[in-house]
């Protein structure tokens, strides 16, 4: 594997640097750029100073845009890839701004998102789609560039990446809720070097000592993952999570919003189409699927497309690096090399990595249930994807994939207590099988497929 193949200048995917970017993100534009950057700090609902921002008073992100300059040959001349992801995220940034805008006050209004704007002014839609062709990704929000790993402020420079210690360079709310909500994803991601680390040294291996250090290295990785994920529920409110959501909404997928689409002035005379940004287009448990072979394990059907189309959202470095792994892994390598050698510690190893994977789409599921469910009837996630449906389809994946490694191991196995493990398991699979049976439904509760995590020991809180 070449490593000089998974960087663009901005991210470098390896041991040191993980999924996040090789150095910090700017935290604003270049003084050239001071019409741009007073509007992302006028913009939030709530500006820094506490003051109301345009986002606050209906119709004022429309006026401002309107008036705004259209920067394209500026943006044009732009060859340093740190001031192209910057210039990336201010359009995008704006453009889910003015787009959503009316989607957002209908929610105030009725509880329920309203239609957006279905045309880009070229101001924003020119410039947009320059700086997105420079980065070779989709003109619309998204999690790398632009919402998440490529939005963070260090506080204190001389601290990590706990999300205590991050702000956003560019907000929709402004509040809190916002800032731990999108800033713990590259919290957890600044564990994803020692994952990454840990695949490099199994495709180095060259005896099971050397492959069972490299699987504790991966599971040691994403037990670091699992705990700081789980904050979540005390860095962002899930009541306030509405505060800022419609802004994170996609075209494709969400036709109640967009209808066909959007057009953007001076770019495209058809209406265009582009999936929202989501934490589905974390590298994290698609880097650990691929590693371990839960790919294998995907059902054949729309929901496992919706999962391979968001790989499309993503860096072209790290699609290399998805890419490359999954030819290293081929046919499954990781399970059936394990079985073949007979490496009953580096099994156990295995299947206590899956069912860190389990716990940590199982804590995203909960997420879904208290964040999504009970705050809204809106049947689908900002990526566009059904929100009953998709976790699950996952998760049925992984529990299969356990059942198969689990019936390898000893009931006696000195490396793990294989009978609580097979319990557990089998608790797993129940709390599921009750939750979908409750959603199913014609009118569910979100309260009570939550509280189910609860009853059958299996809270992510």
């Known amino acids: 594997m070449r490593l000089d193949n998974y960087t663009d200048d901005f991210f470098e995917v390896n041991n040191k640097n993980g999924f996040l970017p090789k150095k910090n993100p700017l935290s604003k534009l270049p003084e050239r750029y001071n019409e741009l950057q007073r509007l992302i700090y006028e913009m939030p609902i709530k500006k820094e100073d506490g003051s109301n921002g345009l986002l606050s008073k209906k119709g004022a992100i429309e006026d401002r845009i309107n008036n705004l300059s259209n920067l394209k040959d500026l943006v044009n001349n732009e060859d340093d890839v740190f001031i192209v992801q910057a210039l990336f995220r201010t359009y995008a940034f704006l453009t889910s701004a003015y787009l959503l805008a009316p989607a957002h006050f209908s929610y105030i209004e ?91 040294d199994y495709l180095n291996s060259n005896d099971s000592t050397e492959v069972n250090n490299s699987l504790k290295k991966c599971l040691s990785s994403m037990k670091k993952i699992n705990e700081r994920r789980q904050i979540m529920w005390q860095a962002s409110r899930w009541k306030h999570y509405n505060d800022f959501r419609v802004f994170i909404m996609g075209i494709k997928g969400n036709d109640e919003i967009f209808g066909n689409g959007v057009i953007y002035e001076g770019v495209s005379d058809k209406p265009l189409q582009f999936r929202g940004q989501t934490g589905a287009q974390d590298n994290i448990i698609p880097t650990a699927d691929i590693f371990t072979g839960v790919i294998y394990y995907y059902p054949s059907n729309d929901l496992t497309k919706y999962l391979l189309d968001l790989r499309l959202y993503r860096p072209k ?45 199982n804590g995203h599921w909960q997420f879904v249930q208290k964040y ?56 797993k699979r129940d709390l599921l099988n009750k939750q979908l049976k409750l959603l199913h439904l014609d009118k569910y509760k979100p309260d009570e497929v939550f509280s189910l995590n609860r009853k059958m020991g299996l809270s992510d809180k």
């Open 372 to 427: 999504i469910m009970a705050n809204t009837k809106y049947a689908k996630a900002t990526g566009g994807t059904p929100i009953i449906s998709w976790i699950p389809n996952q998760i049925t994946a992984v529990l299969n994939y356990m059942d198969d490694v689990i019936g390898l191991l000893p009931q006696n196995s000195e490396f793990l207590n294989i009978k609580e493990f097979y319990s557990q398991l089998h608790k």
């Open 317 to 361: 470095c790290i699609q290399n690096f998805l890419e490359d792994i999954k030819n290293e892994m081929g046919n499954n390598r990781l399970f059936n090399e394990l079985k073949e050698s007979n490496n009953e510690e580096g099994l156990c190893m295995l299947i206590q990595i899956l069912d860190e994977i389990y716990y940590f789409r």
């Open 110 to 200: 009725t509880k329920k998102y309203g239609k957006a704007h279905t045309t880009l002014p070229a101001q924003v839609a020119e410039p947009f789609a320059i700086v997105s062709k420079k980065l070779d990704v989709y003109p619309f929000l998204d999690y790398h560039y632009a919402y998440s790993l490529g939005n963070y402020v260090k506080i204190d420079d001389t601290k990590g990446h706990e999300w205590e210690n991050l702000a956003m360079a560019a907000k929709f709310s402004g509040m809190d809720d916002e800032r731990g909500f999108i800033m713990l994803h590259v919290d957890i991601n600044q564990h994803s070097p020692e994952l990454i680390g840990g695949i490099f």
